[in-house]
Nanobody
Framework: QVQLVESGGGLVQAGGSLRLSCAASGRTFSTHAMGWFRQAPGKEREFVAAISWRGGSTYYADSVKGRFTISRDNAKNTVYLQMNSLKPEDTAVYYC????????????????????WGQGTQVTVSS
């Protein structure tokens, strides 16, 4: 069982930066691949970024590539999403999610493949 708690959301002007954190409980965090997803009002949940269990693989949605960076610190049971050059269209509730594929560098943009989800943190980007 893995419990996830996101933090770091807030209100920022376009062009600004935020860093989201996702703290995980459970001894097996280090074997879980992690993903960030987001959902804007009236829209479907969409994939943002993912990282493999030891950080060997990362994958980004085209809409955030070059602006967002996903990273993890297994010693702190935490995954991060550094968001730079934020745009109003980045406004959404951001969720972290976890899944284990054993000791594999596989990552997935498919939300239904993840087993555990946090409660989300709101990010609002003003123009």
């Amino acid at each position: 069982q893995v419990q996830l708690v996101e933090s770091g959301g807030g209100l920022v002007q376009a062009g600004g930066s935020l860093r989201l954190s996702c703290a995980a409980s459970g001894r097996t965090f280090s074997t879980h691949a992690m993903g960030w997803f987001r959902q804007a009002p009236g829209k479907e949940r969409e994939f943002v970024a993912a990282i493999s269990w030891r950080g060997g693989s990362t994958y980004y949605a085209d809409s955030v590539k070059g602006r967002f960076t996903i990273s993890r610190d297994n010693a702190k049971n935490t995954v991060y999403l550094q968001m730079n050059s934020l745009k109003p269209e980045d406004t959404a509730v951001y969720y972290c999610a976890a899944v284990t594929w054993g000791y594999s560098d596989y990552v997935s943009p498919v939300g239904s493949e993840y087993d555990y989800w946090g409660q989300g943190t709101q990010v609002t980007v003003s123009s």
